[in-house]
Nanobody
Framework: QVQLVESGGGLVQAGGSLRLSCAAS????????LAWFRQAPGKERTFVAV????????YYADSVKGRFTISRDYAKNTVSLQMNSLKPEDTALYYC?????????????????WGQGTQATVSS
């Protein structure tokens, strides 16, 4: 089992940057595929980015491609999301998620473990 705790959210102006982090506790961190999702008020939770268990592959939603970067640190058991050139439409509660199983990485149902979320707000 894995416990996930996000941090790093906040308020930033459009064009600015934020770096979100997710600390994982539990065994076999390196066995898990890790992802970030986000949920805006009144909307469904949507995929943002994913990184494989080996760290060799990443994949991004079209809306964030070229602006966001996902990475993981095996020594610290963390996964991070560097968000640059932020837009007001990036405002959301951002969740970290983990899975050991296969499946379509863009669907929330693929992931078995979730953090509580961290709020990122981008003002215009």
């Amino acid at each position: 089992q894995v416990q996930l705790v996000e941090s790093g959210g906040g308020l930033v102006q459009a064009g600015g940057s934020l770096r979100l982090s997710c600390a994982a506790s539990g065994r076999a961190f390196s066995d898990y595929t890790l992802a970030w999702f986000r949920q805006a008020p009144g909307k469904e939770r949507t995929f943002v980015a994913v990184i494989t268990s080996t760290g060799g592959s990443t994949y991004y939603a079209d809306s964030v491609k070229g602006r966001f970067t996902i990475s993981r640190d095996y020594a610290k058991n963390t996964v991070s999301l560097q968000m640059n050139s932020l837009k007001p439409e990036d405002t959301a509660l951002y969740y970290c998620a983990a899975t050991k199983n296969g499946g379509a990485v863009v669907y929330p149902s693929t992931y078995h473990y979730w953090g509580q979320g961290t709020q990122a707000t981008v003002s215009s």
